[in-house]
C-alpha cells in the first residue's frame, strides 16, 4: 500500500531559526496537506495543495507540492516557541473536488526547544 | 462556529468488551471520517461516511462498524476490543471538497 516517509523525525529548534521538513511518497498523491498536533489535540491544518510545484504560504509557514506528485516540503521562518509540536504530511490520490477522507499521513516530525 | 466535538474524552476498557465513540461534526459539514492514532505514530483512516453510508474503509477488520445519522453526527462501534485497539481516536469532518478539520479525540485504554 501507500506509504509516507517523513523526514526528520525531530528537531530541535532555537528561536529565531528556520525549520525544513519533507515528505516523500512511494505513489503519486493529487493532494497534500500539512498539519500540526499539540499534545492532548486533534491535528490541525496548517496548508493545502492541489497542484504540482505549487507553493502556498500561510503567515511564516510555507509548503509546496512537488512536482513528481510524490513529494512535499513545509518551511518555517523565523521559529516562536509556539511552534513546538508534531507537524505531519498527508496525502491522498483524490483529486481537488473528490472525498479527502482517506488521507495517508507520515509518521510526524516532532518540534521541540533547544534546551 | 462550532467545531467538532467527539465524547467521550477519555475511556477504559477490558479486552473482549464492547465500546461505541460519538462525534458531532462541523456545522454543515456532511461527510465524516474516523481515524486510529497509535502512540507515537500518525493517524490511520478507518472508514468515511457521506448522507448516512459508508463511503471508504481502510485496513480495519469488520469489528470495526459506524453509524452517521441525518444531522451528520457519527458513532464509531469496536466490538470484541483488542489490547491493541488502545489508541486515540480521532473524529474528523468535513465538506465534499474541502480539506478535513479534526475533533480533539476519544484516548481508548484496553487493558
Known amino acids: 500500500g501507500q506509504q509516507l516517509n517523513q523526514s526528520p523525525q525531530s528537531m530541535f529548534i532555537q528561536e529565531g531559526e528556520d525549520v525544513s521538513m519533507n515528505c516523500t511518497s512511494s505513489s503519486i498523491f493529487n493532494t497534500w496537506l500539512w498539519y500540526k498536533q499539540d499534545p492532548g489535540e486533534g491535528p490541525v491544518l496548517l496548508i493545502a495543495l492541489y497542484k504540482a510545484g505549487e507553493l502556498t504560504s500561510n503567515g511564516r509557514l510555507t509548503a509546496q507540492f512537488g512536482i513528481t506528485r510524490k513529494d512535499s516540503f513545509l518551511n518555517i521562518s523565523a521559529s516562536i516557541p509556539s511552534d513546538v509540536g508534531i507537524y505531519f504530511c498527508?496525502?491522498?490520490?483524490?483529486?481537488?473536488?473528490?472525498?479527502?477522507?482517506?488521507?495517508?499521513f507520515g509518521k510526524g516530525t516532532k518540534l521541540s526547544v533547544k534546551p | 462556529e462550532t467545531g467538532v466535538t467527539q465524547s467521550p474524552t477519555h475511556l477504559i476498557k477490558t479486552r473482549g468488551q464492547q465500546v461505541t465513540l460519538r462525534c458531532s461534526s462541523q456545522?454543515?459539514?456532511?461527510?465524516v471520517s474516523w481515524y486510529q492514532q497509535a502512540l507515537g505514530q500518525g493517524p490511520q483512516f478507518i472508514f468515511q461516511?457521506?448522507?448516512?453510508?459508508?463511503?471508504g474503509r481502510g485496513n480495519f477488520p469488520p469489528r470495526f462498524s459506524g453509524l452517521q445519522f441525518p444531522n451528520y453526527s457519527s458513532e464509531l462501534n469496536v466490538n470484541a476490543l483488542e489490547l491493541d485497539d488502545s489508541a486515540l481516536y480521532l473524529c474528523?469532518?468535513?465538506?465534499?471538497?474541502?480539506?478535513?478539520?479534526f475533533g480533539n479525540g476519544t484516548r481508548l485504554t484496553v487493558t
Open positions: 498527508a496525502g491522498t490520490s483524490m483529486n481537488y473536488g473528490g472525498s479527502q477522507g482517506n488521507l495517508i
Open positions: 461516511y457521506y448522507r448516512e453510508e459508508e463511503n
Open positions: 456545522s454543515g459539514h456532511n461527510t
Open positions: 474528523a469532518s468535513s465538506l465534499p471538497e474541502s480539506p478535513l478539520h
